[in-house]
């Protein structure tokens, strides 16, 4: 009888491998979810306080940033969902960190809504 319980629980080293693989798969997915979240964070620290909004356009610094573009909607998965699109009026801007809380700044102000920020290519310093 206590040797029927142990067969039970009797592994194979191939089944004892496809164990250590799907926990060697959890950790590396729990990892890289970790580090999309961390870089994520970079682009949020919160210095909304920069940011106003006069006549549809975003100041950053008391300086005109981006204009209020479009306001469009669309289902995502059966769910209205609306969007605002902004267009930045510096073309030079190329800080990640200004655009990320320029849409932090706005999404706050919208809750539920998606958030764009175009650069015109038209006087950047972006190349193909």
Do not use: W
Not at 22 to 46: D, E, F, M, P, W
Not at 77 to 102: F, P, R
């Amino acid at each position: 009888m206590l040797r029927e319980k142990f067969l039970l629980f009797h592994l194979t080293p191939f089944t004892m491998k496809k164990i250590l693989f799907i926990a060697i798969a959890l950790c590396t997915l729990g990892v890289a979810t970790s580090q999309v979240a961390l870089k994520n964070k970079t682009y949020r620290n919160k210095n909304k306080e920069r940011f106003s909004i006069k006549d549809n356009v975003v100041y950053y610094n008391d300086k005109p940033l981006a204009k209020y573009q479009t306001k469009s909607y669309s289902l995502d998965n059966g769910e209205l969902t609306e969007e605002y699109n902004l267009l930045m009026l510096d073309n030079k801007i190329d800080n990640k960190q200004v655009i990320g809380d320029l849409i932090d700044y706005i999404s706050e102000r919208h809750k539920g809504a998606e958030v764009e920020v175009e650069i015109n290519a038209e006087g950047s310093d972006f190349k193909l």
